[in-house]
T-cell receptor, first 113, second 114 residues
Framework: GNSVTQMEGPVTLSEEAFLTINCTYT??????LFWYVQYPGEGLQLLLK?????DKGSNKGFEATYRKETTSFHLEKGSVQVSDSAVYFC????????????FGRGTSLIVHP | DAGVTQSPTHLIKTRGQQVTLRCSPK?????VSWYQQALGQGPQFIFQ???????QRGNFPDRFSGHQFPNYSSELNVNALLLGDSALYLC?????????????FGPGTRLLVL
């Protein structure tokens, strides 16, 4: 079956540091890949997505590239802010005719001033 | 444009009781999915509704049931509550009868079972 593996958190950074959160996946076929973000006390929001190999999703300074050869979709940001503190979820969907996403366990990011 | 709304925001129940959670989808969306998010975990898919029928179901027991109304809003019912049912329950909506990959999530209902 499909699965998503994320690096364990929390990831603790100082403001303006570079961020990488690793995500790898196992899936049959060619899934679409997503990053969702969950701020404290809120539901999940779509951050970015990529639908085919070598696509780069980007939003709010965050980027992730769909790497089919390494089955990865790592999230990066060049300079994090305190307001980026949240839990980040990697997800995939679109295999076997189903659009129901499979989520990773989430990675907590804490950014200090 | 109102997003996905859920009620109540918090709920405390005791083991064996029954609970009903409610969700109104984003305007223009016809599909509602429910997820359970345990503490420190990613959301787990419970089931999906469109055209007032359950279309897909995840690995959850029959104690979990749902309903969708003609206005596309939805309810999640859980019977015979267990301590392990304590979680954040998320509703997500999408258009096109489940053929849209992006999910739009509500803020969730936090259920505590004592």
């Amino acid at each position: 079956g499909n699965s998503v593996t994320q690096m364990e958190g929390p990831v603790t950074l100082s403001e303006e540091a570079f961020l990488t959160i690793n995500c790898t996946y196992t899936a049959t076929g060619y899934p679409s890949l997503f990053w969702y973000v969950q701020y404290p006390g809120e539901g999940l929001q779509l951050l970015l997505k990529a639908t085919k190999a070598d696509d780069k999703g980007s939003n709010k300074g965050f980027e992730a590239t769909y790497r089919k050869e390494t089955t990865s979709f790592h999230l990066e940001k060049g300079s994090v802010q305190v307001s980026d503190s949240a839990v980040y979820f990697c997800a995939l969907s679109g295999t076997g005719g189903s659009y129901i996403p499979t989520f990773g366990r989430g990675t907590s990011l804490i950014v200090h001033p | 444009d109102a997003g996905v709304t859920q009620s109540p925001t918090h709920l405390i129940k005791t083991r064996g009781q029954q609970v009903t959670l409610r969700c109104s989808p984003k305007s223009g969306h016809d599909t509602v999915s429910w997820y359970q998010q345990a503490l420190g975990q990613g959301p787990q898919f419970i089931f999906q509704y469109y055209e007032e029928e359950e279309r897909q179901r995840g690995n959850f027991p029959d104690r979990f049931s749902g309903h969708q109304f003609p206005n596309y809003s939805s309810e999640l019912n859980v019977n015979a509550l267990l301590l392990g049912d304590s979680a954040l329950y998320l509703c997500a909506s999408s258009p096109r009868q489940g053929r849209e990959e992006t999910q739009y999530f509500g803020p969730g209902t936090r259920l505590l079972v004592l």
